[in-house]
């Protein structure tokens, strides 16, 4: 595998651990450095490009499909590239819950839950980060510029709705976002994640060892120089569980997979303990990465109201009270047999998650 020069240059420059390996000129010491930097420049490569997407041509199912009102909405990222999503309106309520895709994934995963919430009551934001779906850029970060294009999302909601109650929900990528964005945004009211993973780099080191079958280190450190040079940022700029524990005592809920094995379930342990005051932990057994919500729609998007529901009471929402459609009582509308039928038909076609990280 070729390497282009301006890796070969990072990885081999002043600063870098291959500066202080001595080169003696023996094949043997040129392929052992060649090896190192193609497999640095391949993670990068794998990590940040975009995946393939068509452009402006929705393809998929949108909010029309559902039979949901909804307004198609942009807003300029940090980088001034433009963002573009959905907005699932009802004018009478002052509460709207982010949706966050995963990894490589696109705003119309979430179009199921996303459904549910809307039936019960709020607003909801979906939109593509930069490098996905219909959004701006050829790059993609694992949660590092995510985090900003939240952030943009957030302004934009401000200016569009001030002073509304704002929930978010995100899968897996999308669930690291939300920690990492909400930890910075205390008007972020409540947090919900699915299948989010604690540390990039150990997400990056696993996923290298499960491909190949070969030690991360030192690959794993040269991306990371790589990654720095070229995009901007480190591993440790995308740490949820460093700062979990800020969102206190906001309302967060922990969802995870029991048999996810793209982010273990270790890592909801470990979100959950370093987390503080108002947080809840949901496990789900027998169900890969992200597919809670396949197990059970209708179960499963009733816990998810009832968590926003109890949140925005408690953070001053009661007399914003989201309607109801239908008019059913709160045991009703949870009820997982009474509703099934229904949220089965709402979520057709859909998906609540992104297939990988």
Known sequence: ????????????????????????????????????????????????????????????????????????????????????????????????????????????????????LWRGGYQVLLFDCRGHGDSDGQRVTLGYAETRDFHAALAWLRRRLPGAWIGVLGYSMGGAVALLGAAGAPDVRAVATDCAFCRQEELIRAEWQRRLHLPATPVVELAEQLLLRLHGFRYRDVDPLAVVGRLAPRPLLLIHSAADTVVPVGDAYRLYEAAGEGKELWIIDGVPHCCGYFADRAGYCARLLAFFDRAASLSGGVDDAPPRRGGGTEETRRDTAATDSGERRGSAGTAAADAAA
């Not at 990885?11 to 010491?29: F, R």
């Not at 393939?52 to 990222?77: D, H, K, M, S, Y």
């Open 1 to 116: 595998m070729g390497l282009p020069d301006v890796w070969r240059r990072e990885v081999t420059g002043a600063g870098s651990p291959l500066a202080l390996v001595p080169l003696t000129g023996t094949g043997l010491a040129s392929l052992t450095i060649g090896a190192l930097m193609a497999s640095a420049g391949y993670i990068v490569q794998q990590l940040t490009d975009a995946p393939p997407r068509q452009r402006r041509l929705q393809v998929g199912l949108t909010p029309w499909e559902l039979g949901i009102p909804f307004e198609e909405v942009c807003f300029p990222a940090e980088d001034g590239s433009t963002l573009r999503g959905w907005l699932l309106t009802r004018p009478e309520s002052a509460r709207v819950i982010v949706g966050l895709h995963g990894y490589r994934g696109r705003r119309s995963d979430l179009l199921g839950v996303a459904a549910a």
